[in-house]
Structures are given as C-alpha cells and as structure tokens.
C-alpha cells in the first residue's frame, strides 16, 4: 500500500527454500485469503497482527516488514515451517508406489501447509462455500477493511467475532457474504461466549475437534477438515473439496465415491500426513496436470466402509 513504510528487502532462510515458480501456489493456493500479488511480482499478506511481503530476489526468498514492527521474521518462518518438518513428512508419503502423488509432488516441491491463525482461518472458509479464492479474498479483504483493527501502513486485522456479531446487515452485505453473512454471525455470537475457545478446540483430539467445529453454523466437513488441517495443523485431516473429488475420481479411479468415503480412503492412503498429499493433489488437479486412472497405474484401495 501507499502510506506504508517498508523495511529493506532482506534473505529469509528456510531450511526447505519454496522454489520461485511455486511462491504463488504457496500463498494464493487456496489455503490463505490475505495475501495479494504487486505489480513488482512480489506478495503482500496480512496473517493474524504480522504484516509482511515476500519475493525471490538477489538473495533467495527475501522479506520485508513495515517499519516499527517487531517479530515479523519470526512469525514468517513459523508461518512456512522454517525448521523444514513437513519436507521430512512429505519425503515420508507414498509416493515411491503412488505415481499419481508422486507427478503431484514433483510438480510442487516444497509446497507445505501454511500455519495459520485458527481465527482468521476458520473466518475464511466460512466464506468459502460455492466460491472461487478470488471471490473468498474480496470478502475477507472486505471483512478486515470494514470490522478489522488497523495494524498500521493502512492494513488491517481480520475482525474479531465481537465486532461480527456487532454489524449490521448492511455493512454485512456489503462485503458480498450473502447467505454466509448468517454463518458468520452465528459463529460469532456462540464463540463470543468462549473467550478462550481456540485452545479449548487446539486441546481436543482431531476426531472431537472436527466434531466440535461442525457444532459451528455453516461448518459442514469440508469446511471444519480445512479449519483443522490449515487453522489447527492437523496434517492427518484429509478435507474433500470439488478439487479433490476430481483429482481422486480422475486420477485413482475412484468415481461415484461419496466425500466422507473418499476423505477416509485419503487418509487411510495417505497416513498422518495425509492433509499435505491433499494439497499436492488440489494444487496438481487445479492446473490439470494429474495423470488419468486409465493410463496410470493407480493404487486399487479396497473400497471403506463408511463411518458411522
């Protein structure tokens, strides 16, 4: 923006490095809403009260801050798990006898779940039913702009579930919710009454807190799979989504599957890193360079029994 004061550019090290080419899929993939690309072709985001830009220059991957600002390269490297786990998990997946994986990962080396805030997360996909991630970031752009806390440079917070409840309709609408905007308020106002309920959820085993979130209005499976898998870094959470259903139908010959058989085949599949495959195999699917079930030789999983 304009009005903010940035730092110098400088190297951030990360001990897996996000390659040039997948700096976009990695920020703008469909896991956060808060980051936009300048026309300089670097990325400016917002993620809980950090405000920073990224881009690969000179040095490798490099980051700036606004000026004034403490502990905005910590918060980066937390954000892309600098200390490298998920390259070790994702070495761990089976992609040595998945070959439809295996095309997905070597199409996004080093593509990783982003960790994020589970606040700002769970906002955002609740205003991800039936939309694109452009139409997503224009009403969570909107969300900050209109309810958010100002983090300075002209940049703002997402809202916090107060200032949600709080709105009127029209200011609501005006940030092109529609029926989400119900959702939204409903949430608020049962999560207002639990101040601390981002660690009351952190605290409860993935089974429960996937029961828990879709206690929450307008939290269906897909949804509370992707607030645990990107709010809460459950990697064993396996969230289904148009995508995926392709991806798997398409590519493992899994057609006619229904979502919850095909979230328990992914990860049984897939094990306890399962929510990384899944974003392997989104990002693969979305710019259509998965392979099909009928000239690949595919995994033939055995069918699961729904859960009861």
């Known amino acids: 923006m304009a009005s903010a004061e940035w730092t110098s550019w400088r190297p951030l090290r990360l001990a897996e490095e996000v390659p040039a080419g997948l700096l976009a899929e990695q920020l703008d993939g469909g896991q956060s809403f808060r980051w936009q690309r300048e026309p300089d072709g670097s990325w400016v985001g917002v993620f809980g009260s ?20 403490a502990h905005a390269e910590d918060a980066l490297r937390d954000y892309l798990d600098a200390e490298g786990a998920q390259a070790r998990l994702a070495e761990a997946l089976p992609w040595r006898s998945d070959p439809v994986l295996r095309v997905a990962r070597e199409a996004y080396p080093g593509l990783r779940i982003l960790r994020q805030d589970p606040h700002e997360t769970l906002i955002g996909f609740l205003c991800s039913s039936n939309k694109r991630i452009l139409q997503i970031r224009v009403m969570v752009a909107a969300l900050a702009e209109k309810l958010g806390e100002p983090l300075g440079g002209g940049f703002r917070a997402m809202p916090t579930w107060e200032a949600i409840a709080a709105a ?22 049962k999560l207002i009454a639990r101040r601390r309920w981002a660690q009351e959820f952190a605290a409860l085993p993935t089974p429960a807190l996937l029961a828990e979130l879709q206690s929450l209005p307008g939290v269906g499976p897909k949804v509370a799979s992707c607030v645990t898998l990107f709010g809460f870094g459950r990697l064993e959470s396996f969230p289904v989504d148009t995508w995926v259903v392709q991806a798997l139908a398409d590519a493992y010959g899994l057609r006619g599957w229904k979502p919850a058989q095909l979230e328990q085949f992914g990860r049984t599949h897939f094990g306890a890193a399962a929510g990384l495959a899944q974003q392997f195999l989104f990002s693969a699917a979305r710019h259509g360079m998965l392979p099909r079930a009928e000239v690949t030789q595919s995994p033939k999983p055995t069918r699961p029994r729904p859960r009861k």
């Open 168 to 189: 009127d309709d029209a200011v609501l609408r005006s940030c092109s919710l529609g029926y989400r905007a119900a959702y939204l308020r409903g949430t608020a106002k």
């Open 50 to 69: 950090t405000v920073a830009a990224l881009r690969h220059g000179p040095q490798g991957l490099e980051w700036r801050g606004l000026k004034g600002s």
